[in-house]
């Protein structure tokens, strides 16, 4: 009995170390202080919405991990100009991850019209589409808000479903993203449109905001949520070969957009209702099954039909699968954006109402090492600069970075701050004297500081 009792104790001792080691219960960005912010259109100041940032604790048994997060991210979220009478509000929400995610071996599940995943600053991820589609019997558009009703069963079971990107682009805030009833959420890659090589978005002209991190072609992208089978899911850069060799590329989808000239049957030659003529108001890309997949056999950088690949990454050093979320060459967002259109493992439903097992509460040790901080990729710009100066960390913000702009005795000018899961901040140095002066970053307690010079010189 007593070496049965000794057996049991080893073995969940050997399930909390597991569990402590995985990912899963590592990556979310804490936070039980700072308050997120947004903006109305017309007002290019955003203002407080009283609401915890990120999310606020992360429990852990020996084969689930809970995170509670009200959804809202640490950059500024709206406007949303479409007419969109909503603003992201706080979801107080409970999701579940499985720590031993499975391949589906049967009928990859489909993925849904709301959450099916999280990012790991407590934000949703929905896939592909908007809950509009094609109604062959009045030829118009039906669902969402301004159409009627679609006639008949769920949306999986529609001809032509409408993709959000293309069709809700004048929705999206600077960070792509907008909320569903207050329910805040990214359809795709969640990072600022300012930031991408082409830019094809205005709003953050006005509205500025940032993302959740910025892309660098240079080393592998961070892991940046789960989908709810319990996959990690990663930016867009990964390594080339799935063993981890090859140095670093852009990891591409494995769906294109269609050879057709009429929307009459699916990519793999099934006879369906017709759906829309192509043309400017309904270009190919408009619906999600004007793509296909193809496959790329003996080519790690493309992803499999479900976005993701089996392949090594820094934090799963032995492999795992994992989606990615794509962009082409000018760094704009790619079908299937995350996820999708099906899962690789089996899901299961992600929010729960509360936890019925016992837990053990994480807490959060994540944060740069000496080693990453000192490695951090930093840019400041303009330089030579005359009103404004930008600070930007071309990663994920794991931790609370101190900015401060120093004169060449040391004294403190100015001073900002990079909270975790946001990449940027600005210095206002219109009323700055002429000269040059040190930008310094430090994070957290730490007496270690990235410095660089910067110019004010004015026209």
């Known amino acids: ?75 500024p979220t709206g406007p949303f100009l479409d007419g969109n009478p909503s603003n992201a509000t706080d979801q107080s929400a409970i999701y579940k991850f499985t720590l031993t995610p499975q391949q589906n071996s049967g009928t990859p599940t489909s993925t849904t019209g709301n959450n099916i995943g999280v990012f790991v600053n407590g934000v949703s991820l929905f896939d592909y589409r908007d809950g509009v589609s094609w109604n062959p019997g009045t030829s118009a558009l039906c669902g969402g808000p301004g159409n009627p009703p679609c006639p008949g069963g769920p949306m999986s079971s529609r001809d032509w479903n409408r993709d959000a990107i293309p069709a809700e682009m004048a929705g999206f805030d600077c960070s792509k993203a907008h909320p569903a009833m207050g329910n805040y959420h990214h359809h795709q890659n ?62 591409e989808s494995g769906y294109e957009l269609r050879s057709m000239t009429a929307r009459t049957t699916h990519a793999d030659g099934s006879t369906v209702s017709s759906g829309p003529a192509i043309n400017t108001t309904f270009p190919l890309g408009y619906f999600r099954e004007d793509y296909g997949w193809i496959s790329h056999p003996n080519n790690d950088e493309y992803l499999d039909e479900h976005n993701g690949r089996f392949c090594v990454t820094p934090e799963y ?16 967002s790619t079908y299937p954006y995350v996820v999708g259109p099906t899962f690789y493992g089996i899901y299961t439903q992600g929010k729960v109402a509360n936890i019925t097992e016992t837990t053990t509460v994480y807490t959060s040790s994540i944060g740069f090492s000496e080693a990453e901080f000192g490695d951090l990729n930093l840019s400041i710009f303009p330089n030579p600069a005359s009103d404004l100066i930008a600070i930007q960390i071309q990663e994920l913000v794991k931790d609370d970075l101190r900015v401060s702009l120093l004169d060449l005795s040391g004294r403190v000018v100015k001073k900002a701050t990079i909270n975790k899961g946001s990449t940027i901040a600005y210095f206002d140095v219109q009323t700055v004297y002429e000269g040059t002066y040190i930008v310094q970053i430090q994070n957290g307690s730490s007496h270690n500081s990235i410095r660089q010079k910067i110019v004010i010189l004015r026209d």
């Open 317 to 332: 050093p032995n492999g795992t699968y994992a989606y990615f979320c794509t962009v082409d060459s000018d760094w704009n």
């Open 190 to 251: 969640p990072s600022a449109f300012k930031l991408d090589l082409n830019v094809v978005s205005t709003i953050c002209n006005i509205y500025d905001a940032d993302g959740l991190y910025a892309m660098d072609s240079t080393q592998h992208s961070p892991l940046i949520g789960f989908a709810y089978d319990g996959f990690p899911i990663y930016g867009a850069y990964g390594y080339m070969n799935a063993d981890g060799t090859g140095g670093v590329v852009r990891i």
């Open 1 to 75: 009995m007593k070496k049965n009792s000794l057996s049991l104790i080893i073995m969940m001792f050997s399930f909390c170390i597991q569990a402590q080691m995985s990912p899963a219960i590592t990556s979310w960005l804490q936070n039980t202080t700072q308050i997120g912010t947004y903006y109305v259109s017309g007002n290019s100041t955003p203002i407080s919405n009283n609401i915890l940032v990120n999310c606020q604790q992360v429990e852990y048994s020996a084969t689930s991990v809970y995170v509670m997060a009200t959804g809202i991210p640490a950059y």
